[in-house]
T-cell receptor
Framework: DTEVTQTPKHLVMGMTNKKSLKCEQHMGHRAMYWYKQKAKKPPELMFV???????INESVPSRFSPECPNSSLLNLHLHALQPEDSALYLC????????????FGSGTQLSVL | GESVGLHLPTLSVQEGDNSIINCAYSNSASDYFIWYKQESGKGPQFIIDIRSNMDKRQGQRVTVLLNKTVKHLSLQIAATQPGDSAVYFCAERGGTSYGKLTFGQGTILTVHP
């Protein structure tokens, strides 16, 4: 199984809503990542978890709150987002933080109204 | 042909031709490079990687060349097929920045039957 599964595939939310994005992998990977991708742009790193601990936060606004409940799961909690946060949110995993052959999920397309 | 401008660089080829996608990187400390393919509505898919102690690596129908002197990376695709049409991203890890992959701007490859 070389899949990273993300849910939901699409999400529309208002600026006052609270929602969560979910990501799951069963490859035994110990590093998990959140990337943000705007249309026609490259993915941009947001967070890195290594062995279930947050190891990199790329100065992401606090309205994005990551969580890694266990080695297979990664969540991204969203609260009070802005329309400019609309983007494709990609989850990825790798064997560990020192091996950056990342496996990506298909992403959640988020629209903030 | 290939064009670079305000939009993503594009490369148009005929089916059966060989394609070469180029990428310039700026960090001389980067020690690991990776090529991804991203189809519409999907997450990036791993194609091939190379470490800085190598200058060439081959996969199935793909070859990556690394020229550290001029900080240039290229992806060669042999006998390009319509299914190869996608956006191609190079990504680099900057030396000891474990866990941090920085993506290039991407190139749109269109293969005409």
């Amino acid at each position: 199984d070389t899949e990273v599964t993300q849910t939901p595939k699409h999400l529309v939310m208002g600026m006052t809503n609270k929602k969560s994005l979910k990501c799951e992998q069963h490859m035994g990977h110990r590093a998990m990542y959140w990337y943000k991708q705007k249309a026609k742009k490259p993915p941009e790193l947001m967070f890195v978890y290594s062995y279930e601990k947050l190891s990199i936060n790329e100065s992401v606004p606090s309205r994005f709150s990551p969580e890694c409940p266990n080695s297979s799961l990664l969540n991204l909690h969203l609260h009070a987002l802005q329309p400019e946060d609309s983007a494709l949110y990609l989850c990825a995993s790798s064997h560990d933080r020192g091996r950056e052959k990342l496996f990506f999920g298909s992403g959640t397309q988020l629209s903030v109204l | 042909g290939e064009s670079v401008g305000l939009h993503l660089p594009t490369l148009s080829v005929q089916e059966g031709d060989n394609s070469i996608i180029n990428c310039a990187y700026s960090n001389s400390a980067s020690d690991y490079f990776i090529w991804y393919k991203q189809e519409s509505g999907k997450g990036p898919q791993f194609i091939i990687d190379i470490r800085s102690n190598m200058d060439k690596r081959q996969g199935q129908r793909v070859t990556v060349l690394l020229n550290k002197t001029v900080k240039h990376l290229s992806l060669q695709i042999a006998a390009t097929q319509p299914g190869d049409s996608a956006v191609y991203f190079c990504a680099e890890r900057g030396g000891t920045s474990y866990g941090k992959l920085t993506f290039g701007q991407g190139t749109i490859l269109t293969v005409h039957p």
